[in-house]
């Protein structure tokens, strides 16, 4: 992600915040404009007032439960942002606890939706395109230990989430169970968003037969196949065809999941450029010096190439590790990308930027 500074007196700020330490004024993001707004009015005003430009904005409705810190302007008719647009079902909130879960939920998805407008990619909510929109239901398991579970998932553009996954001691034990060596809200977030995309970017569409020839057929029998996965586990060479074992489930699931990786890799690169980041390893000999260097010189998200993100990936996340592992954490990317996993990210890249280009075109 872009490193962003409040607009009135350009301190560097996070993402999430609605208040800039330095200058005091308030601060809200402009999904439009993609910046930090810093605005004038008082604490509980409807209407809040750019200083400079004199726009005025209204804040999400969400900012109430201090899970958003969208504007929309002050003339716009819809009560929510973008992001939270998104949303059917939100966490029971007479529960304190699950308030503090449904803010790290919303912190995630934010970031999510941040990369789907960085690439202009199709992001309609069901209300505006019950077929083929996008929409967030946010569960908890019932209190009934007969009823069904609340399963993660994405099932025709509804992406579900159990709430259990903000708990990170529950998390921890999910991860454990699954035997995984990364589990956070904002992977199942690119994750599952992946398998909406596959839905609206790739059946269908000329996508689809390369897609098959490098994932396999999705046609196969989910359920087989889910089967299979949990009595078999994956199979003993995985690390040579797939990103995790959990890819070499389906067909689908390998596509999520390493569509999950190139929006992993993507933000890593952009927050590492904007930050000026320069990778330069004292030990490594001048042949393969080229390798080892990170410099992003280009916004990630547009205007690369496979090759250059991922050789620019190569050593950010080398160093990443290393500098984790200093501080006795595990690693901070616990994989190796192998050369099918290259194609397949490329193949995403492809995908991704053929939409992209549509959009910019159109615009
Ligand atoms: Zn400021
Ligand atoms: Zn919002
Ligand atoms: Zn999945």
Known sequence: MQLFECSNCHQPVYFDNNYC????????????????????????????????????????????????????????????CLACSLNRVIPNLSEPEYRQRWHKIELAKHRLVYA??????????????????????????????????VMTGHDNGLITLNIAEADDVERAMARNNMDEVYRTLLGHFRHEIGHYYWDVLVDGTEFLQPCRALFGDERMDYQQALDRHYHQGPPSDWMQHYISPYATMH?????????????????????????????????????????????????????????????????????????????????????????????????????????????????
């Open 116 to 149: 789907l407008l960085r690439w202009q990619l199709p992001l309609e909510n069901k209300l505006q395109n019950p077929q083929q929109g996008l929409a967030f239901d946010f569960k908890a398991d019932p209190n009934c230990p007969h009823e069904p579970k």
């Open 251 to 363: 067909p689908w699931e390998d596509w999520a999941e390493t569509w999950a990786h190139y929006l992993h890799i993507v933000d890593v690169l952009e927050t590492a450029d904007s930050f000026g980041m320069q990778i330069r390893p004292q030990v490594v000999q001048q042949q393969h010096d080229h390798l080892m260097h990170l410099a992003v010189k280009k916004n990630p998200y547009y205007n690369q190439s496979l090759d250059e993100i991922y050789q620019a990936w190569l050593p950010i996340s080398f160093a990443m590790n290393s500098l984790n592992r200093s501080m006795g954490q595990d690693d901070f990317y616990p994989f190796v990308i192998n050369l099918e996993v290259q194609n397949k990210l490329r193949f995403i890249h492809e995908v991704i930027q053929a939409t992209a280009q549509k959009a910019h075109q159109a615009a």
């Open 21 to 80: 330490t330095a200058c005091q004024h308030a601060l809200g993001f402009d999904a439009k404009q993609m910046q930090m707004v810093a605005l004038e009015g008082s604490e509980d005003a409807a209407i809040w007032t750019e200083p400079s430009s004199q726009t005025q904005y209204k804040f999400c409705q969400n900012k109430q439960y201090h899970v958003c810190n969208w504007l929309l302007l002050e003339t716009d008719q819809q009560a929510f």
